[in-house]
C-alpha cells in the first residue's frame, strides 16, 4: 500500500543546511520551492529515478498554517538531520484508515505543475514520535524525482530508531515491504538516513 517516496532532512536556516548537506555528500543540492500553505521551503537531490531527497526549513517571514507545520518543524531545533521519510500511496484515504490514529488528514497541495494530498497530522507530528512516515498522493505523472540531476546518491538504509519498536513495526508491517527499512530499540526516537554517495557511505 506504501512505497517509499522521498525523505526529508530538516535544518534550521535552508542557506546554511545546504552549505552543510553539500559539503557532507559531495554534491550539489538542487533548487526546490516554496509551500505557501505551510510556510517551508526547500532544496531537492536525486535518490534515483522515483526516489529524492528534501532539505526542508521553516522560510523567514512566511505565514504558517492556522495549525503547526508538517513535519514538527515549528519545534525543530539542533543539527540538520534526518527527520521525516514520505511514502506514496495510490489511496490515501484507505492508507490513512490502515495507520495509526494521528497520521493526519488530508490537505491538497500543489507548486507549479506538481499536485499532491498529504496527510498532515493535526498537531504537526507523526506517530512514534515522528518515525511513522508522512503519507502522499500525487495527483497525475507529475513527480519531482526524474526532474533531479542524477548525482549519484541512492538511500541505503532507513534506521527508525524507537522505545517502541515491536509496536512500530507491527504498524508498518501490513503497510510497507521494504529492505532498506530498520526498526531499532532505542531509549528515545530518532532517524537515521544511510547514503551512499560518489565519495561514499554519509549518515544523516
Not at 114 to 141: C, H, T, Y
Amino acid at each position: 500500500m506504501l512505497t517509499l517516496d522521498h525523505i526529508a532532512v530538516s535544518t534550521e536556516a535552508l542557506e546554511d543546511g545546504a552549505a552543510e548537506v553539500e559539503a557532507a555528500l559531495g554534491v550539489p543540492l538542487a533548487p526546490g520551492g516554496q509551500h505557501a500553505a505551510m510556510g517551508t521551503w526547500n532544496r531537492l537531490l536525486s535518490l534515483g529515478p522515483e526516489e529524492y531527497f528534501e532539505l526542508i526549513a521553516i522560510e523567514p517571514g512566511a505565514p504558517g498554517p492556522d495549525q503547526p507545520r508538517w513535519f514538527d518543524l515549528d519545534n525543530f531545533t539542533g543539527a540538520t538531520r534526518a527527520t521525516t521519510w514520505i511514502c506514496r500511496t495510490d489511496n490515501l484515504d484507505a492508507a490513512l484508515a490502515a495507520a495509526p490514529e494521528g497520521a493526519g488528514v488530508p490537505w491538497d497541495l500543489e507548486r507549479g505543475d506538481l499536485s499532491w494530498r498529504m496527510a498532515v497530522p493535526e498537531d504537526g507530528k507523526l506517530p512514534f514520535g515522528g518515525l511513522f512516515p508522512a503519507m502522499i498522493q500525487w495527483n497525475g505523472p507529475a513527480h519531482p524525482a526524474p526532474r533531479l540531476p542524477d548525482r549519484g546518491v541512492r538511500l541505503t538504509a532507513l534506521r527508525l530508531h524507537s522505545p517502541e519498536a515491536d509496536a512500530l513495526r507491527a504498524a508498518l508491517a501490513p503497510l510497507i515491504d521494504d529492505a532498506r527499512l530498520q526498526v531499532i530499540g532505542s531509549d528515545t526516537p530518532r532517524m537515521e538516513a544511510v547514503l551512499s554517495t560518489p565519495r561514499g557511505e554519509v549518515l544523516l
